[in-house]
């Protein structure tokens, strides 16, 4: 089992920045892949925003692509979302989720208010 904590969420006005962190449970060495996820409203789908892999690869979403950064620490387990030119359309719950030995685990979430 991954316990999954996500943090850094809030309100922000529209052209601001913010910084989630979501910390793993288990050592990133047993990790595949590290994502964010985000949903609004509740009750959508969840859209991948960012992803990046065990080697260091990275992608991401079109919409975000050039706003967002998202990075690793594995000394902390932690991976990081960097977000940047924040828009009204960011406004959304994101979800952290950890790949490991198979199974993916999500976090419980954090609030992202973008206002305009």
């Known amino acids: 089992q991954v316990q999954v904590a996500e943090s850094g969420g809030g309100l922000v006005q529209a052209g601001g920045s913010l910084r989630l962190s979501c910390a793993a449970s288990?050592?990133?060495?047993?990790?595949?892949?590290m994502a964010w996820y985000r949903q609004a409203p509740a009750g959508k789908q969840r859209d991948l925003v960012a992803?990046?892999?065990?080697?260091?690869?990275?992608n991401y979403a079109d919409s975000v692509k050039g706003r967002f950064t998202i990075s690793r620490d594995n000394a902390k387990n932690t991976v990081y979302l960097q977000m940047n030119s924040l828009k009204p359309e960011d406004t959304a719950v994101y979800y952290c989720?950890?790949?490991?030995?198979?199974?993916?685990?999500w976090g419980q979430g954090t609030q992202v208010t973008v206002s305009s």
């Open positions: 989720t950890v790949d490991s030995r198979g199974r993916t685990y």
């Open positions: 992803r990046i892999i065990s080697g260091g690869t990275t």
């Open positions: 288990r050592s990133t060495f047993s990790i595949n892949a």
